[in-house]
């Protein structure tokens, strides 16, 4: 057989059907090189027409190891530290790091090329800009001195009172 590109379905069963007759060949010998062309020819061929698409996220594989894989919110935050920071991860409002992936990685056994994919943060929940409409209302004296403990509420003391303790 002659090395060809592998183009379609055709190509392709024929270059299977070679790769399984040189199935074994040494490495270095003229069959074995020619395995190793034809495999990569394949494979090549494989990506293109076949591709594996990742979609979702490191978030999503967390939600699927705990609806599907038989995993729990509890043991998430086992590995990551607490309860809080796994709820943290799953609500996308803080990101997993390094440390965080490798814990999952070595507790779970999941794919640590999908743990670390990029992925967005949600954005923290702001409270709507005040209207225009909306007065303004100046803070109270007690509001004031809430905000400020260093000034004192008591009148300030007459000079002639100074004079007198001094």
Request: hydrophobic share 40%; glycine share 4%.
């Amino acid at each position: 057989m002659d090395i060809r590109p592998t183009r379609n379905k055709n190509d392709l069963q024929v270059a299977l059907a070679e790769i399984e007759r040189l199935w074994g060949a040494l490495e270095g010998t003229p069959d074995g090189d020619k395995l190793d062309v034809l495999a990569t020819l394949v494979e090549a061929y494989e990506d293109k027409a076949y591709p594996i698409r990742t979609t979702g996220d490191p978030v999503d594989l967390l939600n699927y190891a705990i609806s599907d894989m038989g995993r729990s919110h509890a043991e998430l935050a086992h590995i990551l530290g607490s309860r809080s920071r796994a709820s943290e991860i799953l609500s996308r409002k803080r990101l997993l790091t390094i440390p965080m992936i490798d814990k999952i990685v070595a507790a779970w056994h999941l794919p640590r090329d999908l743990l670390a994919m990029p992925y967005r943060r949600m954005a923290p929940k702001r409270p709507p800009p005040a209207s225009q409409n909306e007065k303004t209302v100046a803070p109270t004296k007690k509001a004031a001195a809430k905000k400020d403990p260093g000034k004192s509420r008591a009148a300030p003391k007459k000079a002639t009172q100074r004079r007198a303790t001094a």
